[in-house]
């Protein structure tokens, strides 16, 4: 396991336990200088907490680590909405 792969599969982990109903979606193809993208869709009342989490972590990663792993998180009820419209 590629050191890239450890903090991604780190990231998903700490989604997962903040919300065990996350789903997540992972991307390692190569885009821009960035060693891979996690997508998070989570429920209204847990977007703020996992969003938080998951960007203090991916910076920290970069800055001691030189990591850049993307978290993206959106609320689930929201993205339905625009779906919709």
Sequence with gaps: ???SEKYINELVSLA???CP???ITISTTPWEQEDGRI???VPSEKFDEVDEALLRRSNQILLEE???ILTIVYDREELASRMAA
């Design 1 to 3: 396991m590629s050191r």
């Design 16 to 18: 997962k336990e903040l």
């Design 21 to 23: 109903n996350a789903e």
């Design 39 to 41: 997508k998070v869709i």
């Design 66 to 68: 030189g990591h850049d």
